[in-house]
């Protein structure tokens, strides 16, 4: 066994196998990075131009595809680099710099998914008090609370996790230093460790995902009594995004939660489709559903 603090490398192996097929998975990645970047930077500059976008619902989705360009921009470069270049080693520094900003993104969409979800019962049930609770200065200090916990997440995982001793090879079959991966090359797991790992399941994932189905309960039960079929649709077409984006981002994660430890193949295309896929259609999904975005989008172009 040799403690982990003495580890000065690891070994990023995705696709080792495949060399082959390494320029198309090159150019897949190199194409639905740009892409994805291209999207998100699209709605941002559309949200900020467009006056009639300054609403808290809309700051909110702006502050999604910024998470979302982050989400990409955490994995994607070092993987071009890897396979372009063919060197594949990482340092114990840089991989746990890229473990921090991975969890912070993660954290700060987990957070911002149900913030939205708030949005929309606020709107929803409690119009007349809407603009003075989403006010400006709160939307403000609820979008720096997103981020002030989620990087105080991430201080409290990569803390725990630098306190874990490794005895297995320092070889990670991953496109980048992810916590499952880390914790497949470790023999022993410290006690804060699986403390962490509780404490952020409950705080980031489960309550906010409770609040969530709370909201939308609460929601439906408001639209459900609503007396024409106009304002009825025009009520649930303002949530069918967000619906939308939260079943396939939670369904996801759930599918990633059940992958087994040694199954590396299908590791890598969740979270292919994770960090790559999911940041790339959340826009799209918005742009479609949103009348608003689209012709805000239509007037920039």
């Known amino acids: 066994m040799k403690n982990e603090t003495s580890v000065k490398n690891f070994y990023l192996l995705p696709f080792s196998g495949e060399t082959r097929s390494k320029p198309f998975i090159t150019a897949f990645f190199f194409l639905i990075y740009v892409v994805g970047v291209l999207i998100n930077s699209s709605i941002i500059t559309v949200i900020c131009l467009e006056v009639q976008l300054h609403k808290p619902m809309y700051l909110f989705i702006c502050n999604l595809s910024i998470v979302d360009i982050f989400y990409t921009s955490v994995t994607n470069p070092k993987l071009l680099h890897m396979l372009l270049s063919g060197n594949h080693i990482v340092s114990y520094a840089q991989c746990y ?5 991975f969890l912070s993104v993660t954290a700060a969409e987990e957070i911002l998914l149900f913030v939205m979800a708030y949005d929309r019962y606020v709107a929803i049930c409690n119009p007349l008090h809407y603009h003075q609770i989403l006010s400006f200065r709160n939307c403000s200090l609820i979008t720096i609370g997103i981020w002030t916990l989620a990087f105080l997440n991430s201080v409290m995982f990569v803390t725990s996790a630098l306190n874990m001793s490794s005895c297995h090879s ?11 991966s880390l914790t497949k ?16 399941f409950l705080m980031l994932a489960f309550i906010p995902l409770m609040c969530t189905f709370i909201s939308y309960f609460q929601i439906f039960s408001v639209i ?31 599918v990633g939660y059940f992958i087994p430890l040694y199954s590396e193949v299908l590791d890598i295309i969740f979270n292919t489709i994770f960090t790559n896929i999911i940041p790339m259609i959340n ?5 479609l559903q949103n009348s608003n975005i689209q012709s805000a989008l239509l007037r920039v172009v």
């Open 170 to 180: 320092n070889d990670i079959h991953q496109f980048f230093c992810d916590p499952k």
């Open 283 to 287: 826009p799209i999904i918005y742009s």
């Open 97 to 101: 710099t890229q473990l921090f900003f």
């Open 185 to 200: 090359t470790t023999c022993r797991t410290s006690q804060l460790f699986i403390i962490v790992n509780v404490v952020e």
């Open 224 to 254: 459900s009594k609503m007396k024409t079929k106009e304002s009825r649709k025009k009520s649930f077409s303002t949530c069918s995004s967000h619906i939308t984006i939260i079943t396939i981002y939670y369904g996801a994660g759930l």
